[in-house]
T-cell receptor
Framework: DGGITQSPKYLFRKEGQNVTLSCEQNLNHDAMYWYRQDPGQGLRLIYYSQIVNDFQKGDIAEGYSVSREKKESFPLTVTSAQKNPTAFYLC????????????FGPGTRLTVT | QKEVEQDPGPLSVPEGAIVSLNCTYSNSAFQYFMWYRQYSRKGPELLMYTYSSGNKEDGRFTAQVDKSSKYISLFIRDSQPSDSATYLCAMTGRAAGNKLTFGGGTRVLVKP
């Protein structure tokens, strides 16, 4: 079954701690994306990567970091510098150049207290 | 003002009715227009996308784009309780930074 997996589904952290969210895809897609969703708001782009070992900042990259060492994997680290980290985080992927056809994972709900 | 505006709802309709959803936008560089369905606590699911102006039909779903008015619509015919979800519009274009810009979503409730 092809798809995108994100783990864990729920994550709880104390303020001041870094946390890494996992995203894996077996769709053989070149491009991968991280979004943040807050209640009543649309998705906002954090980072995206169009090819292995390369990534670009999205609209709200401050306080986040990513890596893209493998085509299948695009982990997101939420650092202690992120002012309001509590949110629903969504990973997506698409074929190169087909960003209008993105497929999303099930999401990780991060709660920081 | 947001680039993409979408009424948050909720929009409540009886089973079998037509659901009418829409988004307005301000960036004339948008060329691709997408509709996603998102169930509670799940990732969005791409329903359909349209390039430029015109209509596109897929089963019970019809998407319309009017670029001159900067207005897009999604119609769901013969609505079912399983259509109860949040519907997100999204847009992009090469001259628009080549990234998706989302509306805030409209929550739809289809009552049996």
């Amino acid at each position: 079954d092809g798809g995108i997996t994100q783990s864990p589904k729920y994550l709880f952290r104390k303020e001041g701690q870094n946390v890494t969210l996992s995203c894996e895809q077996n769709l053989n897609h070149d491009a991968m994306y991280w979004y943040r969703q807050d209640p009543g708001q649309g998705l906002r782009l954090i980072y995206y990567s169009q090819i292995v070992n390369d990534f670009q900042k999205g609209d709200i990259a401050e306080g986040y970091s990513v890596s893209r060492e493998k085509k299948e994997s695009f982990p997101l680290t939420v650092t202690s510098a992120q002012k309001n980290p509590t949110a629903f985080y969504l990973c997506a992927s698409s074929k190169a150049g087909d960003l209008y056809e993105q497929y999303f994972g099930p999401g990780t709900r991060l709660t920081v207290t | 003002q947001k680039e993409v505006e979408q009424d948050p709802g909720p929009l409540s309709v009886p089973e079998g009715a037509i659901v009418s959803l829409n988004c307005t936008y301000s960036n004339s560089a948008f060329q691709y227009f997408m509709w996603y369905r998102q169930y509670s606590r799940k990732g969005p699911e791409l329903l359909m996308y349209t390039y430029s102006s015109g209509n596109k039909e897929d089963g019970r779903f019809t998407a319309q784009v009017d670029k001159s008015s900067k207005y897009i619509s999604l119609f769901i015919r013969d609505s079912q309780p399983s259509d109860s979800a949040t519907y997100l519009c999204a847009m992009t274009g090469r001259a628009a930074g080549n990234k998706l810009t989302f509306g805030g979503g409209t929550r739809v409730l289809v009552k049996p």
